[in-house]
């Protein structure tokens, strides 16, 4: 099957097949990759609502909390599929992020990474 254009809003965790005056991004994707896509969109909303809960608790920190540390894995996993299913608009979006180096790197979570 051909990939169909669709236009996905991370931050409203939606997906779109036109563009609308928010902002989104501009993916090609199959049938089966856009199926893919929901689920992560979908994981990122169970792991949102999860940690948006603790950020109420003024006494905790979120540093080491195990949920926070998913939320941004799975925000960075997010965010390497749509860069890969991406629009050079898209790609080039993401690359001003700055989330790039840590999408291409993935052992960047390990120990003596950074020196």
Same mark, same amino acid.
């Given at each position: 099957?051909?990939? =169909?254009? +669709?236009?996905? %809003?991370? %931050? %409203? ?6 563009? &609308? ?12 990759? *856009? $199926?893919?896509? =929901? ?19 003024? +006494?905790?920190?979120? $540093? ?9 894995? /799975?925000?960075?996993?997010? +965010?390497? +599929? ?6 050079? $608009?898209?790609?080039?979006?993401? $690359? &001003?992020? /700055?989330?790039?180096?840590? *999408?291409?790197? =993935?052992?960047?979570? *390990? ?5």
């Amino acid at each position: 099957m051909e990939p =169909q254009t +669709y236009y996905i %809003s991370v %931050s %409203s965790r939606t997906i779109e097949t036109q563009p &609308s005056r928010s902002e989104q991004l501009t993916i090609q994707a199959t049938d089966e990759e *856009l $199926e893919q896509l =929901q689920q992560k969109l979908d994981r990122e909303d169970r792991d949102y609502a999860r940690t948006s809960g603790r950020a109420m608790v003024p +006494y905790k920190s979120a $540093e080491r909390d195990p949920a926070t540390q998913t939320f941004s894995d /799975n925000l960075l996993d997010l +965010y390497a +599929y749509v860069y890969e299913l991406g629009t050079p $608009e898209t790609r080039a979006h993401i $690359e &001003s992020m /700055n989330l790039l180096p840590k *999408l291409m790197n =993935q052992n960047s979570i *390990l120990p003596g990474y950074d020196k």
